[in-house]
T-cell receptor, first 114, second 113 residues
Framework: GAVVSQHPSWVICKSGTSVKIECRSLDFQATTMFWYRQFPKQSLMLMATSNEGSKATYEQGVEKDKFLINHASLTLSTLTVTSAHPEDSSFYIC??????????FGDGTRLSIL | DQQVKQNSPSLSVQEGRISILNCDYTNSMFDYFLWYKKYPAEGPTFLISISSIKDKNEDGRFTVFLNKSAKHLSLHIVPSQPGDSAVYFCAASPNNAGNMLTFGGGTRLMVKP
């Protein structure tokens, strides 16, 4: 099946640091990538939808200046959490899709802000 | 307002028996439904899907049933195996593609040997 790689898998950093998370589709060209956030024992909440070469579409309540998304190519999207604070600690998951295919998910990134 | 709900946060089943996971939705625009399986610290893995033009889709031990009039779907796993223990999310999409998903809250399935 399709493989989506997410890196890093775990980040621990100090408050105020900016953190970049990469999402790569390894065996297909993803026209759309999605970024989700999951709090403990809760569902995946869509943060933003990213199409290659265009600006990301953010869900209501998600700060676009806080969560910078870049989708520079058909195989790579990045999420940068700027000036991260403890409340940004969460599990971030990306997914990738092409056309009408189901989304394929990365393994997620656990972000811990001290 | 949750558009996709999984009312059972957890389910415990004996190995070899049937597991039935339920999901309800409220948005009539949803016409494509998917089930994902998720282990801790991993991303969800696609299991099975169903389009609104069908009421049943089967893939090996996994069968998804859709009742459009009741806005209800269920995932049946039979026979259940200990390796099936995970969190299961149902997801719904407003197009027949599954690339715009709204997830339910998940049900943790525990299959006991």
């Amino acid at each position: 099946g399709a493989v989506v790689s997410q890196h890093p898998s775990w980040v621990i950093c100090k408050s105020g640091t900016s953190v970049k998370i990469e999402c790569r589709s390894l065996d297909f060209q993803a026209t759309t990538m999605f970024w989700y956030r999951q709090f403990p024992k809760q569902s995946l909440m869509l943060m933003a939808t990213s199409n290659e070469g265009s600006k990301a579409t953010y869900e209501q309540g998600v700060e676009k200046d806080k969560f910078l998304i870049n989708h520079a190519s058909l195989t790579l999207s990045t999420l940068t959490v700027t000036s991260a604070h403890p409340e940004d600690s969460s599990f971030y998951i990306c997914s990738a899709t092409r056309g009408n295919q189901p989304q394929h998910f990365g393994d997620g990134t656990r972000l811990s802000i001290l | 307002d949750q558009q996709v709900k999984q009312n059972s946060p957890s389910l415990s089943v004996q190995e070899g028996r049937i597991s039935i996971l339920n999901c309800d939705y409220t948005n009539s625009m949803f016409d494509y439904f998917l089930w994902y399986k998720k282990y801790p610290a991993e991303g969800p893995t696609f299991l099975i899907s169903i389009s609104s033009i069908k009421d049943k889709n089967e893939d090996g031990r996994f069968t998804v049933f859709l009742n459009k009039s009741a806005k209800h779907l269920s995932l049946h796993i039979v026979p259940s195996q200990p390796g099936d223990s995970a969190v299961y999310f149902c997801a719904a999409s407003p197009n027949n593609a599954g690339n715009m998903l709204t997830f339910g809250g998940g049900t943790r399935l525990m299959v006991k040997p």
